[in-house]
């Protein structure tokens, strides 16, 4: 009864010494640098009370825990369901899509909380971390998880953690360089977080290149329940996603706008999603790739502007484009990037993240360059940009042009980030699959016998005898 | 290996013009009306800054954002995961269930805010949006995600675009008369979604009566682990329906009732329901198709009456109650339903939607009448039931007729309605499948190859070649 | 093509009256007593207008459903879909799994709104219930969950029902026991809800000791499906865990410092369990069982600690040893209390809730004991052990003395309920299956057609009439 499956003998995928000592290793990291830097900020310490004296709060309520943790948990929710069942579609390759995500993504958030923390909340020789702090790690590891699904069963869990390692380094750099250096605007992180982490992706993906990738053809697709299982993901991706987008915006006004605007978007996409998914093949039917993805690139796309004016009409357009722009990307972009440029984009972050970024970056340079004080009201206007100290002399049009060199470096870091990670990652250390083994679960876990091989069949002595 | 369906061909089901046109019509309208007509209400504009000032605010924490954006995101989840979902349980129309659905939803969230914005946030020229119409928009799109369930898998996605265009307008009409005219309590749509969506859809369902639905009684059954995806929009809406009946009522004790009211009525009707379940088999067993809808039905009865003063034993009678009226409807009316009056309706809504909506109906207008001063506090009295301006000398007695007046509007407006869009549903325009097709994926999505005709069995030459 | 299964000839599983009668009998109860006893409290009664007034409100977002209503949800959905769900994992329990947790926790919510109501909520003769009365309900009904893990698959729903009415009641009084008289912190619940729960579920297990269980060995596995519905429940659980921890925490600081610290211990659980699940394997692969699992004892290990200033270090420690604890008690550890004890602990609750929840209970103790006004500051530190009144002249050191008397209070009265309700569990009236039928849904539930009998297969006539 014993399934015979093609062993990577030609690679060495055996990871029983490996892992645990980079897990382990990572894991005390963590925990003496936590030890060292890591602190509660002034509203999560018992201190509070004093805190609150000190800055004549009179309510419990005023603490930034009840602004932002329902945001928070949607996030977290999106993190490690969203993006770990998205990838659920294979059809065998359910236990490493949300298994690797899961281990990934539980390492990135704690070193982007000290990444991030050593740029934006270092105080005293501490890095002070509160819930905003919780919801910028899982942002930063949402970067990874994009690259992710370029990857997507041809790595090892190893490359996985070594690639999180890197990424996030190099994501709070970028981050830092585009909020505090260029300081830009990038709420929902179309450029942080999308563009960046898709081309990364895209560039690791193309430095391993598999020429034989054809051999695991056959497990490169989806069974009629693993669609399902990735609708989970996509649907908690979708619905949870004006959460995302409005998270970390400023208190009040701006959230509940980044909200608004957010869901126009996503609304807008799933039309023409469904539209051009139909349009685009002979037989008019729909493809459950497009739905389950191209329907999530108008929440990409206002990432940066969601925070902004870009009103609710302005987010339906940007949303009706994406989702063309993401379907289309599907049908002709990603065969494309495959066959001449040896991109093998195994979730085609390419049409979800890499164009919806940029497109999202370029609508948030607009948006901040047409802005007026008329619109945003005298201090709303300040206040949403935040033109104040420095700043103070910034117009909208130098801030849309700041907005813009935002992207390049974003994309810059993206490309140079992702090539030398690629490097790093090609090296024969890390145990990779086999070509003819990739997007197959038995390589690195314990995979049940099937279905039909004893529950559903052990009252048909014949075919159980059979092979 | 390939399975021969039965392709539609005695019915044109081919959408790839069709479906593309009406996706980017409607969208292209919506884009033009939000242009003319939509904008951000005081709290999510940037002006909120002066409009604190004026309103003597101190602290960002007022905007309504905060008091309502997480019941929000749970009635989110519940229209697109828990309704989605819900509707998985047949075998072979899981992408048709939670796809089309969310097709419907995206469009009808859209067109509700427009709807139900001239109606109810008309200011100026402008509808001016806020959290608040996000939820309002999410409900009414519930409306016709309960119409769906009774004409599930028989229906082309053009079809339920149309009909989802028409319900809307109908919902908000039917709405404004409730709420305006009658000045009726209805903040978890008893009356306005679940009385009004189901008679709606049922006779949507009985015009659209399929005589040879026979044909595909095959498939109109669930699998193992079809069920099981039910299950998941079961949970969802069973665990968050305290939010959904909560998610408009005013600001403090009113949401915190509704809640604990919900949840108790919710709780109560999970033992009726497998009770009855079990006791109306000859073999003692629990139905999943009980436990699937009928534990939902108290959240729907306490629909008008969870933000009075129903007391958590009041909402534990009426949970109880609808329990084992819902399971008995499963048991006994819906098989009655379809050989006499010719209403086929796949989900049961008879059973989780009309009978408990008209139920939640009456339980409000009885606790309306019941009220008194003593019980609700002079001034809980008057915000209560909102007897203030004309409506300052209105009774407890005259509200509840009034209350009972909205029931009959209410299930008049879903009989007329839906014969009207049962009547433009028929006509052979929109490329709805032949009876023999129904229930069926095939015929509107690309559906992969089957689990046991490749991943599963590729080990055993035999049989993949036995066909 | 029916598929012959074992009906359990040798025991009496028919339902069809003792169910529905145990159902309606403790339904009317739980309406008779709440018609007697509960009542809203001032937060959720018509009259908080008077209220607000009184205690000099200024808003109703001082309402304390602001504060833990998102909380709440958050544990009502790891109570039902986490537990539910993380049970799926068996192959042909899914239904069992998920639908009985949701029978026995809709019944134990209500009794526990009574019980603990009694002891906590008792004024004037009534029982006033808000959102924090769900809360604790849904925590009692939570140390049930844990409890069937170790029995699913081999008890009667109605064997569930008495359990949950006799582990609730029990609960209540340990709780009040450990809160009240010892003066315990536990605002997770490491003791009271994980300690308690799972001592009592093995001690009921090895009264239900079955020597013939072998007879089902083969049901006692996953399937590939079936392990991704288990991962589910694990995400939930794992992502909600801080609203869990956190969600009675006192305003302010401490359910912020109490979400930090669950998420950085629950962050480091996942990466030690990766590793030593690969470790721990001859052929280095992961185990999905695991990865289900002990990720999660991270949150059991902080239930107690994680509103003090445990620190985020110091929970990146708690997790990392927690990880370790319960990966190596799920591979060495539960065959050998099945073996040697004569304990069938079906989801190993040993590994995940009994020694992560002895773990939390010592962390607690010493976190208590260690603390300092330096730490905490002066008000902080009163505020966080609530050191008033009675309590004004207890010290850190005594504190941590009560705490580890609460540990061992929790354990015996564990013991000694496990025993009680074991021995009424094995009296021969409550239907449970036959050893040769455990872990089979079909016993209690109509159970679908399988897929491969008709859907899948209704192309090939030799096959279908085969057997």
Not at 93 to 113: E, H, K, M, R, T
Not at 318 to 330: E, H, K, L, Q
Request: proline share 3%.
């Amino acid at each position: 009864m014993e399934r015979p499956r093609h062993q990577g003998m030609a690679k060495n995928t055996y990871m029983r010494w490996r892992l645990p000592l980079v897990c382990l290793l990572w894991e005390v990291a963590m925990i003496v640098l936590f030890g060292v830097f890591v602190r509660f900020d002034a509203e999560a310490d018992a201190h509070w009370e004093e805190e609150k004296q000190e800055k004549n709060l009179t309510s419990d309520i005023e603490n930034d825990f009840y602004f932002r943790y329902p945001s928070f948990q949607d996030v977290h929710v999106m993190i490690f369901v969203g993006f770990g069942f998205l990838m659920t579609f294979l059809k065998r390759y359910g236990f490493g899509a949300v298994g690797f995500n899961f281990l990934l993504a539980a390492f990135g958030i704690q070193w982007a909380l000290l990444m991030q923390g050593w740029f934006h909340s270092f105080k005293g020789g501490k890095i002070l971390i509160g819930v905003e702090n919780l919801i910028n790690a899982d942002f930063c590891v949402g970067s990874v998880c994009i690259a992710f699904g370029a990857i997507l069963g041809k790595t090892s869990p190893i490359q996985l953690l070594v690639m999180t390692l890197f990424q996030v380094t190099l994501f709070s750099v970028n981050e830092y360089i585009l909020l505090n250096l260029l300081h830009v605007k990038d709420a929902g992180g179309s450029m942080t977080i999308h563009t960046f982490g898709a081309y990364f992706g895209l560039v690791v993906t193309r430095i391993l290149y598999r020429p034989n990738l054809e051999q695991s053809k056959d497990k490169q697709g989806s069974v009629y329940h693993s669609d399902l299982f990735a609708m989970i993901g996509t649907l908690y991706l979708w619905m949870y996603w004006p959460s995302f987008n409005s998270a970390i915006s400023e208190h009040g006004d701006a959230q509940h706008r980044a909200a608004i605007n957010t869901y126009c978007s996503l609304a807008a996409c799933v039309l023409t999603t469904m539209a051009f998914s139909s349009m685009l093949q002979k037989k008019g039917k729909l493809d459950m790739v497009h739905i389950q993805n191209a329907t999530l690139a108008g929440g990409v796309a206002v990432g940066t502007s969601a925070e902004m004016m870009l009103t609710p009409y302005g987010s339906l357009i940007v949303g009706f484009i994406c989702g063309i722009v993401s379907t289309v990307g599907y049908v002709y972009l990603t065969p494309f990037l495959e066959s001449r440029l040896h991109i093998q984009d195994t979730c085609g972050i390419h049409n979800l993240h890499a164009m919806p970024g940029l497109i999202g970056g370029i609508v948030g340079a607009i948006t901040a360059a047409a802005a007026t004080e008329d619109v945003y009201g005298k201090e709303g206007f300040i206040k949403a940009f935040d033109f104040t100290g420095t700043y103070q002399t910034r117009t909208p049009s130098v801030q849309g042009g700041f907005q813009a060199a935002g992207i390049v470096v974003s994309l810059l870091m993206a490309l140079a980030g992702g090539a030398l990670v690629g490097a790093i990652l090609k090296l024969p250390l890390w145990g990779d699959p086999a070509a003819e083994n990739c997007f197959e679960d038995d390589i690195y876990w314990e995979v049940p016998e099937d279905e039909e091989s004893d529950a559903y069949h052990m009252h048909n002595p014949d075919k159980a005898s059979s092979p």
